[in-house]
């Protein structure tokens, strides 16, 4: 099967736009004022806005509170959540919706085949380097040998120092359902670089840039 790809961290519509031409399966909006690329509901609404039917917007939160899940549900259309913190499996299935729960991998620090039994629900484990004080989009990669070679029970979305020179490589040995980049496609942060999201998408569906 083909690997499907989300670009995440769109600030701006025309770079949500042009990753769906690009190929993109899907765009990640982050609703945390931490990050640089956090975007208001108004922004989030601009961006989906300009996007082409069958692409997916994904919300990112890092252990929201939960009235924040609410407006941007309401406020946003929304096909899936994206939980980047500690928050439980209760809370994560309790809005009736799609979600993914992200993992920061650390050697010794997680057990993906139980945090899978645990989220059995979720559309899938987005697994993440582990950068101290941070919850992802660090650019930072992991040791993908840390991942179970037997797989687990959910889908395997593999983010965390991916780019367009490393996409084939990730691809080949992981073998995930999916790859999420941000960072690794960027000119600056939250600005998204055409040439190096149209070589990543390649590199990812096709295994050569």
């Known amino acids: ?32 004022e931490k990050s640089p690329r956090h975007v208001s509901i108004g922004q989030a609404r601009a961006i989906v806005a300009a996007l082409p039917p069958f692409v997916s917007v994904v919300a990112l939160f890092v252990n929201p509170e939960r009235a924040l899940v609410e407006s941007v549900l309401e406020g946003c259309p929304v096909d899936i959540l994206q939980f980047h913190g500690e928050e439980t499996a209760a809370f994560c299935r309790s809005f009736a919706r799609p979600y993914l729960k992200a993992v920061r991998v650390r050697e010794g620090g997680v057990d993906l085949a139980e945090l899978a039994r645990q989220y059995h629900d979720a559309r899938g484990l987005l697994t993440d380097a582990y950068v101290e004080g941070t919850h992802g989009g660090t650019g930072c990669r992991f040791d993908w ?17 991916l780019d367009e020179h490393t996409i084939a490589e990730a691809v080949s040995r992981v073998r995930p ?13 939250g600005i998204k670089d055409a040439a190096r999201m149209a070589a990543f ?9």
């Open 201 to 209: 998408i390649k590199g990812a569906k096709h295994g050569s840039v």
């Open 145 to 161: 040998d840390l991942l179970p070679s037997g797989g687990v029970s959910l889908p395997l979305i593999l983010s965390g120092g």
């Open 177 to 189: 359902a999916a790859v999420d980049v941000s960072s690794g496609v960027e000119s600056g942060k």
């Open 1 to 32: 099967m083909t690997t499907r790809v989300k670009i995440c961290g769109i600030t701006r519509p025309a770079d949500g736009a042009l990753a769906a031409e690009l190929g993109a399966d899907a765009i990640g909006l982050v609703f945390y």
